[in-house]
């Protein structure tokens, strides 16, 4: 199963602007709608591959990974 996330997207003058609304910093602006849609999904899986690299760091060993469903 893929997670879902949320885009918020506007046509501000030229430029459309977009954030994912359940992940801070992922923003994007691109000239048409498609562009943003695209970009917002490369920043979103980089930013949720940094995130979870950087949680596994701050972990060290001797961890367990466990889903968790809300």
Same mark, same amino acid.
């Given at each position: 199963?893929?997670?879902? @996330? ?46 979870? @690299? ?8 001797? @961890? ?7």
């Amino acid at each position: 199963m893929k997670n879902a @996330y949320t885009a918020v997207i506007k046509k501000e003058n030229d430029w459309w602007v977009g954030w994912i609304e359940e992940v801070p910093g992922v923003n994007c602006q691109e000239k048409t709608r498609d562009e943003l849609k695209r970009t917002l999904r490369v920043t979103l899986k980089e930013a949720l591959e940094f995130n979870r @690299y950087d949680a596994l760091s701050a972990a060290g060993g001797g @961890y367990e990974e466990e889903s968790i469903a809300v």
